[in-house]
């Protein structure tokens, strides 16, 4: 729900303000007046926010990252668990806290709990640290009093998350290098290598292989045209940002990507793994079914994987089982469906939900460690047929004049 910043005054005609989570101005206005307060003024936040701190934020780089997310959880359920309170728990990190913008993050914390927020509605007004799914949990915690057994939960979770974006960054490293290697080589032999034999070749008098007039020509286009290509190139890369920023453009990039070859199935495991982790946790935590969905579609990381969890809780919400909802939604393995099946017969379907994570982390980790056996092969036949094309246009000519030489 979106919060509401107000202003008014209250029964003894004294101002008053603070911030209110709610669904509408009307909602709040109605809070406000069974408070015993007159409002002057009902603004949602987000107009309300500093467009010039949020840019300086983002400038001095001091923006709360995950690293910054888990120290915090981790922190907070250690603090939590041995009796301290959330004011003074607070208080002790941002006194202890070293990076800048945690310091004022804790700082905004502790005021908005002074105005009686409580911890989740001052963590929603921080949707550049917290997410939805990390709101939703503390606010599960709050209302169940189990806020430190939460932030142990949170701390696990992220540190999984943490744990599957670097194998999958790591696994992806080294084609990305390889590939980013080819293209400069690629410029640098046509703008520097090719030119200089053009000026031999020219001087043979004599008719030129293909291959050679393919590279020949394949130079002179890229030193003719090479504003317009990077003209393009600056182009294509802000179109692109601009088409991912919109929800069809991002869906069909991630529906791509799950399409690729052999990082595809990858990208697809780490995802539904992520999604399946987050299920479980959120249903462990005493959330209904149809919330938890929707949480651990936002947790996926893939529109494509979302718009599937969110079709399963649309089946849900129609009064399909569990089980029936994801058969219909087409991303889970026969395996995987057996087990949340026995979950729902059984009544433990988070615990199955928590088996199909791991089921899946493991499938990942597994995948990441063939990957670079798979992907070898491919680019040393890239490699080598680059080497090939190269080597066969600027010797080919030089062998020919040789033989002629001979003769």
Known sequence: MPNFQWSGRDSERRPAGGVIESRSRTQVAQMLAGMGIVPVSIEPLQEVQD????????????????QERLMFSRQMGTLLRAGVPIMRALQGL??????????????????GLDSGLELSQAMARHAE??????????????????LAEI?????????????????????????????????????????????????????????????????????????AAWPGLLGAGVFAWVASRAALARPAGRAAWDRWKLRLPIAGTVLRKSALSRACRSLALVLKSGVPVLDGLTLAAAVSENAFIEAAVLGMREGVQRGETVLMAARKAGIFTPIVLQMVM???????????????GLLYQREVEYE???????IEPILVFFLGGLVLVLALGVFMPMWDLGKAAIK
Request: net charge positive.
């Open 51 to 66: 467009a010039g701190a949020t840019l300086a934020r983002w400038l001095r780089r001091d923006r709360i990252g995950a």
């Open 94 to 111: 941002q006194e202890s806290a070293t990076h800048a913008g945690m310091q004022r993050l804790l700082a905004d914390l502790r005021t």
């Open 129 to 146: 640290a917290f997410d939805r799914f990390y709101v939703s949990m503390v606010r599960v915690g709050e209302s169940t009093g189990q």
């Open 151 to 223: 932030f142990d939960s949170l701390y696990e979770h992220l540190d999984f998350q943490r744990l599957m974006g670097e194998q999958v960054k790591s696994a992806l490293r080294y084609p990305k290098f390889v590939l980013a290697a080819m293209a400069v080589a690629l410029v640098i032999i046509n703008i520097y290598v090719i030119p200089a034999f053009a000026k031999v070749f020219a001087g043979m008098k004599v008719e030129l292989p293909l291959m050679t007039r393919v590279l020949l020509a394949s130079s002179r286009f890229m030193l």
């Open 342 to 356: 026995v979950g729902e017969e059984s009544g433990t379907l988070e615990a199955m939900l928590e088996e199909v």
């Open 368 to 374: 990441l460690k063939t990957m670079s056996q798979q």
